[in-house]
């Protein structure tokens, strides 16, 4: 029986049939995902459930309240679902908190709250790439079989007339333009106010669908990363 079942697969492997709903199946599941995790590194003894009460603040630019709004509040629900006691700044504070160049004036705004952990959510790197996409063609015969019957006389077929069409179309088809977007940003966890890294977490995007959906991945990507490392217990 079990050698049926073999020969079953070999033969639809080399028609191509079981490759294709592998390779299908693979994108599928990979190419939901826009964003993925770089590096991380975590302090040997931190266990962020020992926080009584965490601040995330997302240092994003002016121009995308709105990513840190979703990134400050999908970090701190996901956490208080760990048992912790986070808010966002953005919800605490307001839009126009944590703007100061200087970190002493931004931290006076935490400076008399019961605060013992602050996490940053930090926009490294945002760039967007616009490449040509030339237009496509068809080449009808190849190199070997170039004029092997007809001799070397030029003719609609293989000749002149052909060439010429084909390359037309390579020098003046317009084709189009396509333009790719991609995110780098980070996740730091201070002890605070000894103000001292406990954790560390580098994501990359690349094309997210929307911001927010974007700030779900990279809240799932992290979390789970703390999760793998010990930082935070894992749901039962």
């Excluded at 944590?98 to 490294?124: G, M, N, R, W």
Aim: with cysteine.
């Amino acid at each position: 029986m079990f050698y049926k079942i073999e020969l079953a697969m070999k033969k639809y492997w080399d028609t191509g049939f079981l490759r294709t709903a592998i390779i299908s199946l693979l994108f599928l599941f990979y190419g939901c995902k826009s964003s993925h995790m770089v590096c991380s590194w975590n302090h040997p003894s931190i266990n962020l459930t020992h926080f009584k009460k965490v601040l995330v603040v997302g240092l994003l630019g002016d121009k995308d309240d709105p990513l840190r709004q979703d990134m400050e509040l999908d970090l701190a629900s996901a956490l208080n679902a760990h048992g912790m006691k986070t808010c966002s700044a953005f919800e605490k504070f307001g839009a126009t908190s944590f703007q100061e160049k200087d970190a002493i004036p931004a931290l006076f705004e935490v400076k008399d709250s019961t605060y013992d952990a602050i996490i940053c959510i930090v926009l490294l790197d945002r760039k967007k790439e616009t490449r040509h996409i030339p237009a496509s063609y068809h080449y009808y015969n190849n190199y070997n079989n170039y004029n092997y019957q007809n001799g070397p006389y030029f003719n609609a077929y293989n000749g002149f007339q052909n060439y010429y069409s084909q390359s037309y179309s390579r020098v003046y088809s317009p084709g189009y333009y396509q333009t790719t977007s991609s995110y780098t940003i980070e996740v730091v966890v201070f002890d605070f106010p000894r103000d001292s890294i406990l954790y560390y977490a580098e994501t990359k995007t690349k094309n997210p669908r929307t911001l927010d959906v974007m700030s779900t991945e990279i809240t799932r990507i992290v979390t789970q990363d703390m999760i793998n490392k010990k930082v935070l217990p894992s749901l039962k």
